[in-house]
């Protein structure tokens, strides 16, 4: 079995920013992904305004950045799912297991990010993958060049997400089941102003259809009900950690959630605050879970 001082699960910007740190001091970790690139859900934001010393940069853009600098400290990136994790007796490490193999670590930091709270509308089980997208990078990927998109949710993902699609040509019209955006500041007055998307509140989707032609949707609204209709639906309705898949038993203190119950592991980034956070805040995370790791193999 493979055997690591440090591993890192996820290869967000938390992730990245821990395999450097530990790098700088003196410890070559094992950062392991399972798309195997850097850059983790970053890499759908439309445009990072507020991270410190970077001009405004698009998110796939960011993500080739910590790729670069991983590149730069010769960290590799291994591919491969991790799907569990699990300590030794005695607090002797963890065993890391996936479609990689049993790998053995004495620290692990998680920074497996979120998964998206998936809609539970009657049809948007039968939609996924093929019209109904929960990231702009899988609806892209489908549909180039789409004409219309419909995006469900009211905050800043579901916004970040309309301006997206919207700069590759679309048309979009954001459904949003509360009577105003939660979305607020900047990012709300740059959508609002951009003529190619409109926003609908007091909307509440019944029901999903796949066409040919399309996806339709059947709504209520201020007006009764009626049908919404276009190419793709984008859905930002939330986002969950799931960094608990990976353990049996829950190991996250609720108070403080970067830490655990467990000695030697540690969660970073958005796998610790449960939702899309803000980079800065992420890069924090994961410098903080490095020095706590490194010291914690000093005791």
């Known amino acids: 079995m493979r055997t690591e001082r440090i591993a890192i699960i996820g290869a967000g910007?938390?992730?990245?920013?821990?395999?450097?740190?530990?790098?700088?001091?003196?410890?070559?970790?094992?950062?392991?992904?399972?798309?195997?690139?850097?850059?983790?859900?970053?890499?759908?934001a439309h445009l990072i305004e507020n991270y410190p010393g970077l001009d405004p940069l698009p998110g796939p853009e960011f993500a080739q950045r910590?790729?670069?600098h991983l590149a730069r400290h010769g960290i590799p990136i291994l591919r491969g799912e991790v799907t569990a994790v699990r300590s030794f007796l005695m607090g002797q490490g963890f065993v890391l297991h996936g479609d990689c193999g049993e790998i053995g670590a004495s620290c692990v930091i998680a920074?497996?990010?979120?998964?998206?709270?998936?809609l539970g509308t009657p049809g948007a089980r039968e939609a996924e993958?093929?019209?109904?997208?929960?990231?702009?990078?899988?609806?892209?990927?489908?549909?180039?060049?789409?004409?219309?998109?419909?995006?469900?949710?009211?905050g800043e993902a579901a916004l970040d997400s309309a301006l997206s699609v919207a700069c590759v040509g679309a048309r979009v019209r954001i459904l949003v089941r509360a009577e105003k955006l939660r979305a607020r500041g900047r990012l709300t007055d740059v959508v609002e102003h951009n003529p190619a998307i409109q926003i609908t509140p007091r909307?509440?989707?019944r029901h999903i259809r796949c066409a040919e032609s399309g996806i339709e949707l059947e709504v209520t609204g201020p007006n009764g009900t009626g049908t919404e209709a276009a190419d793709a639906l984008l859905v930002a309705i939330g986002r969950r950690s799931n960094v608990g898949s990976l353990f049996p038993e829950p190991i996250i203190d609720s108070g403080k959630p970067d830490k655990t119950t467990?000695?030697?592991?540690?969660?970073?980034?958005?796998?610790?605050?449960?939702?899309?956070?803000?980079?800065?805040?992420?890069?924090?995370?994961?410098?903080?879970?490095?020095?706590a790791a490194v010291a914690a193999l000093s005791e």
Not at 25 to 40: E, F, H, K, Q, Y
Not at 111 to 118: H, L
Not at 129 to 153: E, H, I, M, Q, S
Not at 274 to 290: K, P
Request: some cysteine; proline content about 5%.
């Open 262 to 291: 467990v000695p030697g592991l540690f969660v970073a980034g958005d796998a610790a605050s449960g939702s899309l956070g803000q980079v800065g805040m992420a890069v924090g995370d994961g410098l903080a879970a490095a020095m």
């Open 129 to 154: 993958g093929t019209r109904l997208f929960y990231d702009v990078r899988g609806l892209l990927a489908a549909y180039k060049t789409p004409a219309r998109v419909l995006v469900v949710g009211g």
């Open 66 to 68: 910590l790729a670069a």
């Open 13 to 44: 910007p938390a992730g990245c920013a821990a395999a450097v740190q530990c790098k700088r001091l003196g410890i070559s970790p094992l950062l392991v992904d399972r798309t195997g690139n850097a850059g983790g859900s970053i890499a759908n």
């Open 203 to 205: 909307v509440t989707v």
């Open 111 to 118: 920074s497996t990010g979120t998964d998206p709270v998936r």
